[in-house]
């Protein structure tokens, strides 16, 4: 009897360490999504040439280093399409999978991150580029993030829906756009020919660049402040409202009085902020419907997801409208030179001298 008793808790005891052993083998795998990948190496067909990285993705945190490196690495916590592991137990995922594809051609790497909206592990990608001194880079995001450049001497265009985004160390042009977030940029230098823009519906923008810079300056905002460090022999400006009044003045149309200025240019002021937020608003709803029809293309494609692939990320559509009406200062910078316009609706603009 008690034999008996022992050889049965003996088979418990085993089937029980024989079902952890399994469960620990389908849940290794499942774990090792949340970690970062191996990192993926590219390389320039010239790289005596100047390349440029293009990246689109829905939403996460971008972070680009400029190193003296001849290649494009890449580190994410999303998984390399082309480099995914095989399961030791022989399964394979049916359903499917958020990963990211790179490929070069003609010096242009271009990355694109597939769009699993329908309720990924991943909520948030995270992607780390280093990238040669000399790349140009083009982050394309539908719904945010933050973005990260730092130390290039290429030329950076940003387009993001929901983000900071921070520019540190660079000396090549700048287009940066986002809907709802804060700018910051910091230049090493501004280089002749090459222009800078800001825009932001929702944030402050902050833009630092060397004391002896030339340059046309353009600043504007709806709601907020523009703030500089330069003195004003250096930095000569004029400031106009709406429809080009000078504000400061307070010119005044024939038979008005000044109130009677004020009140139209209020008016003005917030028929443009109306018409500003109608159509973030819609830019808003046509990125959601973009996203919505590629996930369900990708769950179209579940059948052929072995070897298919993932459909790419839809392009990013317009999300910033044209800003318009508020105050504008605008002069010139030692002189003038290449053109450097800020702007946004509700924030605070400040544009200072790059610390050395």
Known sequence: MHTAV?????????????????????????????SESSPTHLKFTDPAKPGTVRLRLAWGDVTVTAADTQEVTIVSNIKNKHAAEKRADGLRRLDSEVTYSAAEKDNVITLEFSMDVAGSSHGNASVQ???????????????GGGVHVRDLVGDVEIRNMNGEITLDRISG??????????????FLKVTEGKALSFTSMNGEVNVSIPADTKANVRLRTQNGAVYTDFDEKALVTHTEAAHGRLRHTHVRSAGKSDSDDDDEWQSDVRETVREAMRTGIEAAREAVAAAREAAQAAREGVAEANGAPIPPIP????????????????GALNGGGPDIQIATMNGTITLRKTQP
């Open 315 to 330: 392009p990013m559509p317009p999300i910033m409208p044209s800003l318009s009406g508020g105050k504008v200062v605008s």
């Open 6 to 34: 022992r050889l049965l808790s003996a088979l418990l005891c085993f089937s029980a360490a024989a079902s952890s052993t399994r469960a620990a083998d389908l849940a290794a795998p499942a774990a090792a999504e949340g």
């Open 173 to 186: 042009a700048a287009l940066v756009e986002t809907m709802n977030g804060e700018i910051h940029a910091t």
């Open 129 to 143: 580029l280093t990238v040669p001194r000399q790349t140009s880079i083009v982050v394309q995001s539908s719904f």
